[in-house]
Structures are given as structure tokens and as C-alpha cells.
């Protein structure tokens, strides 16, 4: 099976940047579809970014467009979220998801609710301050 753990989360003042890493541990980390979700206090956890099949594409939410940069490092089995201009709406837990299904993404399409993601890391604490 799959393992991810998450790292990187810290408080760090609004317009400040922080890049979280999502280690994957098992086999074919280029097949799965990924992504990062995030939970604010009191509210659903939300898809923020995700990385297809090999990480060829890249898709975001329109909150965190042109803001936040997700990447892999193959060899490494990591994900990366980089995370720039960073805002008090920003702070909640970021989990990483894994979609094992990852090579049934389209072109336009990707997963956008939890449910669609099998496993999930134990999330880091991201919290910015105004």
C-alpha cells in the first residue's frame, strides 16, 4: 500500500512563502494522480492543487492561481507544494492525496473531491498571520 507524509507547514506572515513537501512511500508514484487539499478551521477540506500522471499537468484552484506551484521530483517520490504571496485565508492543515486511478485523468479533468483520493497524509499545519 501507500504512505504519504506531509512536511513543511510552519506560521509565517502574510505575503511570505512556504514550499510543503508529500513524501510517498510505495511503488509507481508516477502513476498516481496527486494532489493537496486543505481544511481551514470550521470548514470542509477543499482541493487546493493537483499533479497528474507523471506530473505532466498541473491544476489549480482559482484561489491559489498564480500564487501556488505544485511539482514532483520522481526520483525522489515527492511532491511539492510551493506556496508564494501567502494569505490569512491560506491557513488551515494541508493534506497530500494519492488517486491510484491517476492514469484515467484527462487532459481537462481531474478529481476534485476527497472522496476521489484513496490515500491521504496525516497533514501539516500552515497558519498565516496578518
Known amino acids: 500500500q501507500v504512505q504519504l507524509v506531509e512536511s513543511g507547514g510552519r506560521s509565517v506572515q502574510a505575503g511570505g512563502s512556504l514550499r510543503l513537501s508529500c513524501l510517498f512511500s510505495?511503488?509507481?508514484?508516477?502513476?498516481?494522480?496527486m494532489a493537496w487539499f486543505r481544511q481551514a478551521p470550521g470548514k470542509e477540506r477543499e482541493i487546493v492543487a493537483a499533479?497528474?500522471?507523471?506530473?505532466?499537468?498541473?491544476y489549480y484552484v482559482d484561489f491559489v492561481k498564480g500564487r501556488f506551484t505544485v511539482s514532483r521530483d520522481i526520483d525522489k517520490k515527492t511532491m511539492y507544494l510551493q506556496m508564494n504571496s501567502l494569505k490569512p485565508e491560506d491557513t488551515g492543515v494541508y493534506y497530500c492525496?494519492?488517486?491510484?486511478?491517476?492514469?484515467?485523468?484527462?487532459?481537462?479533468?481531474?478529481?476534485?473531491?476527497?472522496?476521489?483520493?484513496?490515500?491521504w497524509g496525516q497533514g501539516t499545519q500552515v497558519t498565516v498571520s496578518s
Open positions: 510505495g511503488r509507481a508514484f508516477s502513476t498516481y494522480g
Open positions: 492525496a494519492a488517486d491510484p486511478r491517476g492514469g484515467y485523468w484527462s487532459g481537462s479533468y481531474y478529481p476534485k473531491n476527497k472522496v476521489d483520493y484513496d490515500y
Open positions: 499533479s497528474s500522471e507523471s506530473g505532466h499537468l498541473a
